[in-house]
């Protein structure tokens, strides 16, 4: 299974933008669809979006949509989280992940997790 490497978490001003960054390592790179994910200390871990490998169809939660895009470049077997207006509610340790057969929300279709990047949003 590929490895997978969050990067461009940094602190950021509430209404400000970052780009994060999933590479994927590995010979062979070819998930059904790759997901990113968020965890706040203390909560649960909340689905952000995914988006299908092939097609490049995409599906955000309720508490991005608008303000989050996905995308995905296959040359670089990279995923992006294009996050604009960031609010406080966004910080937490945001994570990507490879679902090797499915579509889905739950973080239980999900391998290959990577290590998290650090997103803080302040006031």
């Known amino acids: 299974q590929a490895q997978l490497v969050e990067s461009g978490g940094e602190l950021v001003q509430v209404g400000g933008s970052l780009r994060l960054s999933c590479a994927a390592s590995?010979?062979?790179?070819?998930?059904?669809?790759v997901g990113w994910f968020r965890q706040a200390p203390g909560n649960l871990r909340e689905f952000i979006s995914n988006?299908?490998?092939?097609?490049?169809?995409?599906a955000y939660a309720d508490s991005v949509k608008g303000r989050f895009t996905i995308s995905r470049d296959h040359a670089k077997n990279t995923v992006y989280l294009q996050m604009n207006n960031l609010k406080s509610e966004d910080t937490a340790v945001y994570y990507c992940a490879a679902a090797p057969k499915y579509l889905s929300t739950s973080g239980d279709a999900y391998d290959s997790w990577g290590q998290g990047t650090q997103v803080t949003v302040s006031s």
């Open positions: 590995g010979r062979t790179f070819s998930p059904y669809a």
């Open positions: 988006i299908r490998w092939s097609t490049g169809d995409a």
